[in-house]
């Protein structure tokens, strides 16, 4: 089975304050852009299932978005298996069907394991977090794809990676999940300006990005201030949010005129997500990196 390519042992010993992955009512609400256009997804559990010889919590995946200027609409499945600290998910991406490592809660700093092919995650940080009053463990890894850096919590999974489809990320242009809100019985998590009403109500048809929204930034990789160009027609009512790898804004300004200069301040080194909100839909979404 493809666990490995972790470099140190596997304790067997349960964690007692592990959180189950699919809690009752579990629903996960994400943002997904791509080169083509934009939508939602939402994933929620549908019972277990037994696929491999190994007991997985079976995953309905909904998509809706406007792509090339047409409704596209689909239902899929995935399967995410928990054994101990390992959170691993449904592949066959080499050709064989198979459970492929998406995080590892024993980890330590310094570790690292395939994702994908070529595709690599480091353990950069590891800690617990109290979120709702429920104390979830997190791995920090970075990434040698077009997700750089990602925060992967118990119960919540990754805030950027498609949890069913991590691999997907690396091989389309600014294809990712970018979670908005996560629900189940117990607890709610919501990135950024999110709201739980807008998680917990039916999945609609969405917005279309605007692709003809045109946006830069420069300089990338840059330092404490950035210059951001943005298309004239959307400038005026235009927000601009600048995340860190755990969905948190840590910044935010307007740009009110087609060209503006963003003084940021003091952020540590590392991969960011600027995300860009004509008035109050978020139209388009780059990576920045601070040297």
Not at 59 to 85: H, N, P, Q, W
Not at 215 to 225: A, E, H, K, V, Y
Not at 271 to 278: A, K, P, Q, S, T
């Amino acid at each position: 089975m493809r666990l490995l390519h972790v470099v140190f042992c596997l304790s067997l010993a349960l964690v007692s304050n592990a959180q189950q992955w699919c809690m009752p009512s579990a629903t996960w609400r994400s943002r997904s852009w791509s080169i083509e256009g934009g939508g939602y997804r939402e994933i929620t559990c549908e019972g277990d299932s037994v696929i491999l010889g190994v007991q997985a919590h079976r995953m309905k995946c909904r998509f809706a978005a406007i792509l090339f200027g047409e409704l596209v609409t689909s239902t899929s499945y995935g399967f995410i298996a928990e054994t101990d600290d390992l959170l691993r998910y449904y592949s066959e991406w080499d050709g064989t069907p198979d459970f492929d490592t998406l995080a590892w809660f024993g980890a330590s700093i310094g570790d690292h394991w395939m994702i994908a092919p070529e595709v690599r995650a480091d353990v950069i940080g590891t800690g617990e977090r109290m979120i709702d009053g429920v104390p979830l463990r997190y791995v920090a890894v970075a990434m040698n794809g077009y997700i750089e850096q990602d925060t992967i919590f118990e119960r919540i999974g990754p805030l950027l990676l498609n949890p069913l489809e991590p691999y997907m990320n690396f091989m389309v242009d600014y294809d990712y999940a970018g979670l908005l809100c996560y629900h189940d019985d117990q607890m709610g998590y919501l990135v950024g300006d999110s709201s739980m009403e807008s998680c917990m109500a039916p999945l609609t048809v969405p917005d279309a990005r605007n692709t003809d929204a045109h946006f830069t930034l420069s300089p990338n990789p840059g330092t404490d201030r950035l210059s951001i160009t943005a298309d004239p027609a959307l400038a005026s009512n235009t927000t601009v949010h600048l995340m860190d790898a755990q969905g948190r804004v840590i910044a935010t300004t307007s740009l009110g005129v087609a060209r503006s200069f963003w003084s940021i301040g003091e952020v540590a080194r590392g991969c960011y997500m600027v995300r860009i909100l004509d008035g109050v839909r978020a139209v388009n979404a780059m990576k920045w990196v601070r040297e």
